[in-house]
């Protein structure tokens, strides 16, 4: 052996370094923020919804086509009032975790790739679980009239 | 000093070790297969598509809802015939790069994010693109009938 000691120390610290700098965590695909498909688009401001809530409206219902088509983000813990449409909903989970109860059923957890189907006039709400955001694609026919706003979902309601 | 030059090269090594294993390549976002939202379905085997085309049913239309809904996953260069929809059609990609065309237009390109409405009763075609896989979601209203099948789309038409 040739090496001295502290050329071979050096050389340790040198790999140590660099090792360090790969074993950085790497984020898990459970971890990971998925890219959104459809960017969240605007903050809903009005007071149908609990919480902060994106939406992004994809197609806008006209004589031709009659359903309204949004891309909705709710961050975690936010939700809907109690709602009815009077001709129904499609919910499509995009991502993330959801909740979805109807009026008299137990509360339900939607998850990405998960479909709803909201029967006509029957109210119920929606929303993110508390710990991660939901994304969902709402598809809303219009013929019948607007969505029917209800009371707020409450805490316990929520955490039901 | 009192560790050996033994000692020391043994830790070296090990260490070398370690980093040869974090150092493995990780994918690149542009390299990922993104996991699709909804699974990919069946294999259409009838002849109103060119190519391998899979169909994931996500809702039926119903007396309540007249709205179809299904994920549709085109490999790389397939695509429907020409057709058209008595009630119009919404498309929404949502992964990889696919092709649209109404009759007398241009062919354009639909990315993941980007929605397409299909005019009622006009002929068009749509499909992925030659590199790439398309996944999109179709939203078609039955309340006027069925999807009018038309001529295949020729490779010329395709490569245009």
New interface residues.
């Given amino acids: 052996?040739n090496?001295n000691?502290t050329t071979?120390?050096f050389?340790?610290g040198i790999?140590?370094i660099?090792?360090t700098q790969?074993?950085k965590p790497?984020k898990t695909?459970q971890d990971r923020t998925h890219?959104p498909?459809?960017?969240k688009g605007e903050r809903i401001t009005n007071d149908n919804f609990t919480g902060t809530v994106w939406l992004n409206n994809?197609?806008t219902a006209d004589r031709?086509?009659q359903?309204a088509?949004g891309s909705v983000t709710f961050e975690p813990g936010a939700r809907t009032k109690w709602h009815s449409h009077p001709?129904?909903q499609?919910i499509?989970a995009?991502?993330g975790v959801g909740f979805y109860q109807e009026e008299g059923k137990e509360k339900r957890i939607v998850r990405?790739?998960e479909?709803v189907?909201c029967?006509?006039d029957v109210p119920h709400w929606h929303g993110a679980s508390a710990d991660s955001a939901f994304v969902q694609?709402a598809?809303t026919?219009r013929e019948k009239g607007e969505t029917v706003w209800l009371k707020p979902v409450t805490d316990q309601e929520y955490n039901n």
Avoid: H, R, W, Y
């Fill in positions: 052996m090496l000691n071979i120390l050389l340790t790999l140590a660099s090792c790969q074993i790497q695909e890219d498909i459809f960017s994809l197609v031709i086509n359903n088509v001709a129904g499609i499509l995009l991502d990405k790739g479909v189907k029967p006509i694609i598809i026919g």
